[in-house]
C-alpha cells in the first residue's frame, strides 16, 4: 500500500476476482471513513466491484490493478487507472445498451453500466498514450435549505474578506458568510445562474473548504455579505467562473456595480498566477461587469423551460502565442470568422475525415462521455475513444437524452465538445451535422487546443 | 505497473506554473500575419548598448567561443568595484538578475521560511521562492507603490528576506530616503532586504536612495542590479548582486559559476566605461515618449500610471489580452498586465517616437472600437 496522501488511499491487487472482496471492502470502508453514510459507501463499493470484475476479465493479466480512494471533500472517488488498447468501454456510453441473450461479456458489461449509473458520477478520462483513468464518485448527503430573498440594503463600503481574516464578520465565520452568500445568491439569481450547491449551502462551503470550488466573498461596511463569485478549474489550463453574485437590493445599482467589479478584479487576481491560462464563465450573471471579459458568442437554451440566451465569455490570463487546430472542411469557413472576429491567430490544419482509418485498424466502438445536469436541463457530450460506430452512437446518445427530463420537464439541450487538437474528433464533425449539430462557437485552450462548441439542433425547432 | 511520474513530484513544484515566455518574433510576425514587430513588451532599451559596448560586441571574434568564460567575472567585478568604491569580493555576477535571486533566496532560506515582498511587482521573487519551497508572503501596493508599513507588518521570525523593487516594476513608483530609512530601521537588521534597483539608472531624482551607499550603514542590505534594461544588454543576460562581504561569502555558496558568458561580461564592463552620454540620450528618449503618450491617454480619458522607468501602464477599456491581440495585428506588442495582477491593464515600454507613434494609432483603434462595440 502507498500513501501519496493522508486523504488517499491506494491499493495494487492482482487481476484477480478472488481479490473482489478486497477491493469492495476497502472502498466501503474507505468511503465511511471519508464521510459517506451506509448507502453511499455500499454505492462506491458496488461500483469498486464491477470496475474491478470488469478489468481482470478484460485487461492485461500481468499487470496489477492500481485503485485509489480519494476524499474530495464533499465526495469521495474511487479510481483505477487502466489501458484501454485492449479493453471494450462501450458499456460507459451512457445510451450502451447490452444483450442479454448470450450472457458472456455482456453481464460483465452490464455491471460497469450500472456502476456508471448508480454512482453520483461516473467517468472515463484519457490520460494520454493510451493509459485512461475509470473514475466513479459519490456524494456526501447535505440537507437542502430554502433560499434568502428578504431584501437586503447594505452600506459601504464593500470590501473582499480575506481568508486569512478570522475574525467574525457581522457575527458569522467566513464559512458562515459563504453559507449566508449562498443562500442569498439563491434567492435572487435564477437557478441556472447558481451551482446546485447553492441550495445545500453547508455542501457548498464544504466544496471550497476541500478546493473543488474557489471563492470571494465581499462583505459590506457593516460585515454582512454583500456579493460573492466562484471558480473552479476545468481541465489544466482553464478556470470557470460563475457569478458574479451581488446582494444590495438598493434602487441605485452603484454599490452593487462596485461589489461586482471589485469581485471580478480580484478574482482575475487570483488566477492570474497560476497555471490557468484563461477564464470562462460556467454561469454568467447579468451582472458581469463591461469590459472584461470578451463574448465568445452564445448559446440560446430551452432545456430551462423558456427560451434563454446565455453569452459564453472568456478571457486570457496570458498573451495568446497562436497554435494550430484541426478542421473538417467543412468547418474552416465557421473556423476563420470565428478567429478573425476574436482577432486569435491561429493556423488551420485539415483534418482528413477517417484520418484514422475507418478499416480493421479503427475500433468497432467509440466511446462519448456524457454530463447531464437536469438542474440546469443541459447535456454535454466528449468524444473519448473513436470507434466504426461513432455516427451510430452519438445519434444513440442524443436519442437517449432527448427522451430524458430535465426539471422544468423539457428534454435538455445537448452540446457537444469537439476538440480540435484531435484531427479524429474535428474530422468527425461530418458526423455531427449529420446528427444534427450545428457549431456555435469557440473555446480557446479549453481543450488540448481550442474546443468546439455544437448544438443540437432538434427537427422541430 | 510503474509509479507514476507526478508522484516522484514535491507538492510545491507540482502546484507551481512553469513560466511560459513569448515566442520568437518571426514565429510571433508568422502567426500574426505582420511584416515588422515593434518589441515594447520588455523595457528593452531601443538605442542599443552603449558605443563601447557595442565595438566590444562587433570585435568578438568566433575562436573565443571554444574558451570558458572567466568563472566568476573577475574583470568585470574588478570594474564595478571600481566604479562603486568597494571591494570586488562583495559582487557577484549572474546570468542575468533572476539567477542572482534564485541565489539569494537559496543562502537564507530554509524550510519553514518566507520572504515578503508586494503582490503587483516583479514576479521572480515571488516564483523563485515558491518552487523552493518558501512561502512568499505578497503585501498589496498602497497607491501603487510599495506599503513599507505592510511588509514590516507581514515579517515573523521565518522572515529572512525582503524584496523591495525600487522603482517598481511595472508602476514606476519608488520610495525615497526618508521613507527607506524609515523602513529599514523597522526591519532593525532581522532579515536581509533585497533592493532591486534594475531601474535606478532612469531615475533622476536626488531623493532617490542609492542602495550602493545604503549597505553601508545598513549590513543587511543587498541590491540588485541588471545590464538588460538601460545599458541594453538583456541579450546577453547580466545582472550582479553587491552587498557586505560576509553576506555576499553566503550567496556565493549557492551561485553557479561560470553563468555569465565570455561575450556578456567584457561587454558588460565595456558599457560602465562611457555610459554617462548613453543614460542621458535614453532619459531624453523616455521623456519624449512619456510627452507623445501621456496627453493621448488623457484625451482618451484612460487611466494611466508612470513613474521612474522606461515603461507606462494605461487602463485598458477592454481586456487587456484582447488588446494584446488586436495590436499585435498591426505589429506591436506590449505586455498584458493580468499576470502581474493589474487585470485590464497593459505596460508599454517607452522608446523612439515612430514606433511610439505606431503603437498610439493601433492602440486608439482598438480604443475607439470597443466603444463603438459598446463592449467597453
Same mark, same amino acid.
Given at each position: 500500500?502507498?500513501?501519496?496522501?493522508?486523504?488517499?488511499?491506494?491499493?495494487?491487487?492482482?487481476?484477480?476476482?478472488?481479490?473482489?472482496?478486497?477491493?469492495?471492502?476497502?472502498?466501503?470502508?474507505?468511503?465511511?471513513?471519508?464521510?459517506?453514510?451506509?448507502?453511499?459507501?455500499?454505492?462506491?463499493?458496488?461500483?469498486?466491484?464491477?470496475?474491478?470484475?470488469?478489468?481482470?476479465?478484460?485487461?492485461?493479466?500481468?499487470?496489477?490493478?492500481?485503485?485509489?480512494?480519494?476524499?474530495?471533500?464533499?465526495?469521495?472517488?474511487?479510481?483505477?487507472?487502466?489501458?484501454?488498447?485492449?479493453?471494450?468501454?462501450?458499456?460507459?456510453?451512457?445510451?450502451?445498451?447490452?444483450?442479454?441473450?448470450?450472457?458472456?461479456?455482456?453481464?460483465?458489461?452490464?455491471?460497469?453500466?450500472?456502476?456508471?449509473?448508480?454512482?453520483?458520477?461516473?467517468?472515463?478520462?484519457?490520460?494520454?498514450?493510451?493509459?485512461?483513468?475509470?473514475?466513479?464518485?459519490?456524494?456526501?448527503?447535505?440537507?437542502?435549505?430554502?433560499?434568502?430573498?428578504?431584501?437586503?440594503?447594505?452600506?459601504?463600503?464593500?470590501?473582499?474578506?480575506?481568508?486569512?481574516?478570522?475574525?467574525?464578520?457581522?457575527?458569522?465565520?467566513?464559512?458562515?458568510?459563504?453559507?449566508?452568500?449562498?443562500?442569498?445568491?439563491?434567492?435572487?439569481?435564477?437557478?441556472?445562474?447558481?451551482?446546485?450547491?447553492?441550495?445545500?449551502?453547508?455542501?457548498?462551503?464544504?466544496?471550497?473548504?476541500?478546493?473543488?470550488?474557489?471563492?470571494?466573498?465581499?462583505?459590506?461596511?457593516?460585515?454582512?455579505?454583500?456579493?460573492?463569485?466562484?471558480?473552479?478549474?476545468?481541465?489544466?489550463?482553464?478556470?470557470?467562473?460563475?457569478?458574479?453574485?451581488?446582494?444590495?437590493?438598493?434602487?441605485?445599482?452603484?454599490?452593487?456595480?462596485?461589489?461586482?467589479?471589485?469581485?471580478?478584479?480580484?478574482?482575475?487576481?487570483?488566477?492570474?498566477?497560476?497555471?490557468?491560462?484563461?477564464?470562462?464563465?460556467?454561469?454568467?450573471?447579468?451582472?458581469?461587469?463591461?469590459?472584461?471579459?470578451?463574448?465568445?458568442?452564445?448559446?440560446?437554451?430551452?432545456?430551462?423551460?423558456?427560451?434563454?440566451?446565455?453569452?459564453?465569455?472568456?478571457?486570457?490570463?496570458?498573451?495568446?502565442?497562436?497554435?494550430?487546430?484541426?478542421?473538417?472542411?467543412?468547418?474552416?469557413?465557421?473556423?476563420?470568422?470565428?478567429?478573425?472576429?476574436?482577432?486569435?491567430?491561429?493556423?488551420?490544419?485539415?483534418?482528413?475525415?477517417?484520418?484514422?482509418?475507418?478499416?480493421?485498424?479503427?475500433?468497432?466502438?467509440?466511446?462519448?462521455?456524457?454530463?447531464?445536469?437536469?438542474?440546469?436541463?443541459?447535456?454535454?457530450?466528449?468524444? %473519448? #475513444?473513436?470507434?466504426?460506430?461513432?455516427?451510430?452512437?452519438? !445519434? +444513440?446518445?442524443? /436519442? @437517449?437524452? =432527448? $427522451?430524458?427530463?430535465? *426539471?422544468?420537464?423539457?428534454?435538455?439541450?445537448? %452540446? #457537444?465538445?469537439?476538440?480540435?487538437?484531435?484531427?479524429?474528433? !474535428? +474530422?468527425?464533425? /461530418? @458526423?455531427? =451535422? $449529420?446528427?444534427?449539430? *450545428?457549431?456555435?462557437?469557440?473555446?480557446?485552450?479549453?481543450?488540448?487546443?481550442?474546443?468546439?462548441?455544437?448544438?443540437?439542433?432538434?427537427?422541430?425547432? | 505497473?510503474?509509479?507514476?511520474?507526478?508522484?516522484?513530484?514535491?507538492?510545491?513544484?507540482?502546484?507551481?506554473?512553469?513560466?511560459?515566455?513569448?515566442?520568437?518574433?518571426?514565429?510571433?510576425?508568422?502567426?500574426?500575419?505582420?511584416?515588422?514587430?515593434?518589441?515594447?513588451?520588455?523595457?528593452?532599451?531601443?538605442?542599443?548598448?552603449?558605443?563601447?559596448?557595442?565595438?566590444?560586441?562587433?570585435?568578438?571574434?568566433?575562436?573565443?567561443?571554444?574558451?570558458?568564460?572567466?568563472?566568476?567575472?573577475?574583470?568585470?567585478?574588478?570594474?564595478?568595484?571600481?566604479?562603486?568604491?568597494?571591494?570586488?569580493?562583495?559582487?557577484?555576477?549572474?546570468?542575468?538578475?533572476?539567477?542572482?535571486?534564485?541565489?539569494?533566496?537559496?543562502?537564507?532560506?530554509?524550510?519553514?521560511?518566507?520572504?515578503?515582498?508586494?503582490?503587483?511587482?516583479?514576479?521572480?521573487?515571488?516564483?523563485?521562492?515558491?518552487?523552493?519551497?518558501?512561502?512568499?508572503?505578497?503585501?498589496?501596493?498602497?497607491?501603487?507603490?510599495?506599503?513599507?508599513?505592510?511588509?514590516?507588518?507581514?515579517?515573523?521570525?521565518?522572515?529572512?528576506?525582503?524584496?523591495?523593487?525600487?522603482?517598481?516594476?511595472?508602476?514606476?513608483?519608488?520610495?525615497?530616503?526618508?521613507?527607506?530609512?524609515?523602513?529599514?530601521?523597522?526591519?532593525?537588521?532581522?532579515?536581509?532586504?533585497?533592493?532591486?534597483?534594475?531601474?535606478?539608472?532612469?531615475?533622476?531624482?536626488?531623493?532617490?536612495?542609492?542602495?550602493?551607499?545604503?549597505?553601508?550603514?545598513?549590513?543587511?542590505?543587498?541590491?540588485?542590479?541588471?545590464?538588460?534594461?538601460?545599458?541594453?544588454?538583456?541579450?546577453?543576460?547580466?545582472?550582479?548582486?553587491?552587498?557586505?562581504?560576509?553576506?555576499?561569502?553566503?550567496?556565493?555558496?549557492?551561485?553557479?559559476?561560470?553563468?555569465?558568458?565570455?561575450?556578456?561580461?567584457?561587454?558588460?564592463?565595456?558599457?560602465?566605461?562611457?555610459?554617462?552620454?548613453?543614460?542621458?540620450?535614453?532619459?531624453?528618449?523616455?521623456?519624449?515618449?512619456?510627452?507623445?503618450?501621456?496627453?493621448?491617454?488623457?484625451?482618451?480619458?484612460?487611466?494611466?500610471?508612470?513613474?521612474?522607468?522606461?515603461?507606462?501602464?494605461?487602463?485598458?477599456?477592454?481586456?487587456?489580452?484582447?488588446?494584446?491581440?488586436?495590436?499585435?495585428?498591426?505589429?506591436?506588442?506590449?505586455?498584458?498586465?493580468?499576470?502581474?495582477?493589474?487585470?485590464?491593464?497593459?505596460?508599454?515600454?517607452?522608446?523612439?517616437?515612430?514606433?511610439?507613434?505606431?503603437?498610439?494609432?493601433?492602440?486608439?483603434?482598438?480604443?475607439?472600437?470597443?466603444?463603438?462595440?459598446?463592449?467597453?
Amino acid at each position: 500500500m502507498i500513501e501519496p496522501s493522508p486523504r488517499t488511499l491506494t491499493l495494487e491487487l492482482p487481476p484477480d476476482v478472488a481479490f473482489l472482496p478486497t477491493a469492495a471492502s476497502a472502498a466501503e470502508n474507505a468511503a465511511q471513513v471519508y464521510g459517506l453514510d451506509q448507502g453511499g459507501a455500499l454505492k462506491l463499493a458496488l461500483a469498486v466491484e464491477e470496475f474491478h470484475a470488469y478489468l481482470c476479465r478484460h485487461g492485461d493479466p500481468a499487470e496489477p490493478l492500481r485503485l485509489s480512494l480519494t476524499s474530495g471533500g464533499t465526495f469521495v472517488r474511487a479510481s483505477f487507472r487502466l489501458r484501454a488498447s485492449e479493453v471494450s468501454l462501450r458499456a460507459l456510453n451512457f445510451a450502451a445498451s447490452v444483450s442479454l441473450d448470450d450472457g458472456g461479456d455482456d453481464h460483465c458489461e452490464l455491471g460497469l453500466l450500472v456502476a456508471a449509473r448508480t454512482t453520483d458520477r461516473c467517468s472515463l478520462e484519457s490520460l494520454g498514450a493510451g493509459a485512461y483513468l475509470l473514475q466513479a464518485e459519490v456524494d456526501r448527503a447535505y440537507p437542502e435549505e430554502e433560499p434568502l430573498r428578504a431584501p437586503h440594503r447594505l452600506s459601504e463600503p464593500v470590501s473582499i474578506v480575506e481568508a486569512s481574516n478570522d475574525a467574525d464578520n457581522h457575527g458569522q465565520s467566513p464559512a458562515g458568510l459563504l453559507r449566508h452568500a449562498a443562500l442569498l445568491a439563491a434567492g435572487r439569481y435564477p437557478a441556472r445562474a447558481c451551482p446546485s450547491s447553492f441550495s445545500r449551502p453547508t455542501r457548498f462551503a464544504d466544496m471550497v473548504a476541500s478546493g473543488q470550488y474557489h471563492a470571494l466573498l465581499a462583505a459590506d461596511g457593516a460585515g454582512r455579505p454583500a456579493g460573492l463569485i466562484c471558480w473552479r478549474g476545468s481541465g489544466p489550463r482553464a478556470v470557470v467562473f460563475s457569478g458574479p453574485y451581488v446582494f444590495d437590493d438598493g434602487e441605485d445599482r452603484t454599490l452593487a456595480k462596485e461589489t461586482a467589479r471589485l469581485l471580478t478584479e480580484r478574482f482575475l487576481s487570483r488566477v492570474a498566477r497560476t497555471e490557468a491560462l484563461c477564464a470562462f464563465s460556467e454561469r454568467a450573471t447579468a451582472d458581469v461587469p463591461q469590459g472584461w471579459f470578451e463574448r465568445l458568442g452564445q448559446l440560446t437554451l430551452h432545456g430551462g423551460g423558456a427560451a434563454e440566451v446565455q453569452p459564453a465569455l472568456f478571457r486570457h490570463l496570458r498573451e495568446d502565442v497562436g497554435g494550430a487546430v484541426w478542421a473538417h472542411p467543412d468547418l474552416v469557413p465557421f473556423l476563420e470568422d470565428a478567429y478573425d472576429r476574436l482577432a486569435f491567430s491561429r493556423d488551420i490544419l485539415k483534418a482528413v475525415p477517417h484520418a484514422g482509418g475507418a478499416g480493421p485498424g479503427m475500433p468497432k466502438h467509440s466511446l462519448l462521455a456524457t454530463a447531464l445536469d437536469r438542474r440546469r436541463g443541459l447535456a454535454l457530450l466528449r468524444p %473519448l #475513444l473513436d470507434g466504426q460506430d461513432f455516427a451510430a452512437n452519438l !445519434a +444513440a446518445h442524443v /436519442a @437517449e437524452l =432527448a $427522451a430524458q427530463k430535465s *426539471a422544468s420537464g423539457c428534454p435538455p439541450d445537448i %452540446l #457537444l465538445h469537439l476538440d480540435l487538437s484531435e484531427p479524429w474528433q !474535428a +474530422a468527425r464533425h /461530418a @458526423e455531427a =451535422a $449529420a446528427c444534427g449539430f *450545428a457549431p456555435r462557437l469557440i473555446l480557446p485552450h479549453a481543450g488540448a487546443s481550442d474546443l468546439l462548441v455544437c448544438q443540437h439542433v432538434p427537427a422541430d425547432r | 505497473m510503474s509509479l507514476p511520474i507526478a508522484e516522484l513530484v514535491p507538492p510545491h513544484i507540482r502546484a507551481f506554473e512553469a513560466y511560459v515566455p513569448s515566442r520568437p518574433d518571426p514565429e510571433l510576425m508568422r502567426v500574426y500575419k505582420v511584416d515588422h514587430l515593434h518589441r515594447l513588451n520588455n523595457n528593452e532599451n531601443a538605442l542599443g548598448p552603449p558605443p563601447a559596448a557595442r565595438r566590444v560586441i562587433e570585435a568578438f571574434e568566433s575562436p573565443r567561443s571554444a574558451i570558458y568564460p572567466s568563472g566568476d567575472s573577475f574583470f568585470l567585478r574588478k570594474t564595478l568595484a571600481e566604479r562603486f568604491g568597494k571591494d570586488p569580493d562583495r559582487f557577484l555576477v549572474g546570468n542575468g538578475s533572476c539567477e542572482v535571486i534564485t541565489s539569494v533566496i537559496k543562502a537564507f532560506c530554509d524550510k519553514g521560511d518566507n520572504i515578503v515582498t508586494a503582490d503587483k511587482t516583479f514576479a521572480v521573487y515571488e516564483w523563485v521562492a515558491e518552487f523552493s519551497g518558501f512561502e512568499a508572503r505578497l503585501v498589496p501596493l498602497l497607491d501603487y507603490a510599495f506599503d513599507p508599513a505592510g511588509m514590516l507588518a507581514a515579517m515573523d521570525a521565518r522572515t529572512k528576506i525582503l524584496f523591495v523593487c525600487n522603482p517598481n516594476n511595472p508602476t514606476g513608483k519608488w520610495w525615497n530616503r526618508e521613507t527607506m530609512e524609515r523602513f529599514l530601521a523597522g526591519v532593525d537588521g532581522r532579515a536581509i532586504v533585497v533592493l532591486d534597483e534594475a531601474y535606478c539608472e532612469y531615475v533622476d531624482d536626488p531623493d532617490f536612495p542609492d542602495g550602493m551607499e545604503l549597505m553601508e550603514r545598513h549590513p543587511n542590505v543587498v541590491v540588485f542590479r541588471t545590464f538588460s534594461k538601460m545599458y541594453a544588454l538583456a541579450g546577453l543576460r547580466v545582472g550582479y548582486v553587491c552587498g557586505q562581504k560576509d553576506v555576499i561569502e553566503y550567496v556565493r555558496r549557492t551561485h553557479i559559476v561560470y553563468s555569465v558568458n565570455t561575450l556578456g561580461q567584457p561587454a558588460a564592463t565595456a558599457a560602465l566605461s562611457d555610459d554617462a552620454e548613453h543614460i542621458a540620450a535614453t532619459r531624453r528618449m523616455v521623456a519624449e515618449a512619456k510627452e507623445l503618450l501621456l496627453p493621448a491617454f488623457d484625451a482618451m480619458g484612460l487611466t494611466h500610471v508612470e513613474g521612474a522607468g522606461n515603461f507606462v501602464m494605461v487602463q485598458t477599456p477592454v481586456s487587456d489580452s484582447l488588446v494584446y491581440r488586436q495590436i499585435m495585428r498591426q505589429g506591436v506588442m506590449v505586455r498584458t498586465m493580468t499576470g502581474f495582477r493589474f487585470p485590464n491593464w497593459i505596460r508599454v515600454s517607452l522608446t523612439q517616437p515612430p514606433a511610439m507613434r505606431d503603437f498610439l494609432t493601433a492602440f486608439t483603434k482598438v480604443v475607439a472600437q470597443a466603444r463603438q462595440d459598446g463592449s467597453a
